[in-house]
C-alpha cells in the first residue's frame, strides 16, 4: 500500500512575513528544530519557502542576516504537494526540482511541509515492518 504525504509532512509549520531578517528567521527554524520557513506575502508573490540553505548561501556570501529579508532570499517558484500525493511522487517532485522540501496545500493553505528526511524516515520504518513480517513468517 503507497504512503502518503498526508502520513509523513511535518503539520508544524512556520510561517513568516517577507520583512522577518534572516536572523529571525533562522532563530524561529532553529527553535522549532525544522529546515524551512512557509513565507506569506499577500501583496506579492503569495506563497513561497525560505530554507535553511537559503540563509546559509547569503551568510556564505557575506550578506548581514540582520538586513537581509527572507523576501529578498524566498523561492516564490514553489512546487506544491497535496497530502494525497503519494511519497514517490513527493520525491520525484524533489528530484526534478532539486529541492529538499514541499510545502503541502489543502484548498489553497499550507498544512505541512515534507522534507527528503520525512521520506526517508517512512520509507525506512516501512521497510523495517516488512523485514520484521518477513522474519515472522519464516517456519522455524
Not at 3 to 13: E, I, N, R
Not at 21 to 38: E, N
Not at 99 to 123: A, K, Q, T
Request: with cysteine; charged share 25%; hydrophobic share 45%.
Amino acid at each position: 500500500m503507497p504512503m502518503h504525504v498526508k502520513d509523513a509532512m511535518s503539520t508544524v509549520v512556520l510561517t513568516i512575513g517577507p520583512a522577518h531578517t534572516l536572523r529571525q528567521a533562522a532563530q524561529l527554524m532553529a527553535a522549532r528544530r525544522i529546515g524551512a520557513a512557509v513565507v506569506l506575502d499577500n501583496d506579492n508573490s503569495g506563497i513561497g519557502i525560505l530554507t535553511e540553505r537559503d540563509i546559509l548561501n547569503s551568510l556564505g556570501a557575506g550578506e548581514n542576516p540582520d538586513r537581509e529579508t527572507a523576501q529578498t532570499h524566498t523561492t516564490s517558484d514553489v512546487v506544491f504537494a497535496a497530502p494525497d500525493w503519494t511519497l514517490d511522487d513527493a520525491a520525484d517532485a524533489m528530484v526534478r526540482g532539486g529541492f529538499r522540501h514541499l510545502i503541502v496545500l489543502d484548498d489553497h493553505e499550507p498544512v505541512g511541509v515534507v522534507s527528503v528526511r520525512d521520506i526517508i524516515r517512512c520509507w525506512s520504518a516501512a521497510t523495517e515492518r516488512a523485514d520484521a513480517e518477513r522474519a515472522d513468517a519464516v517456519p522455524a
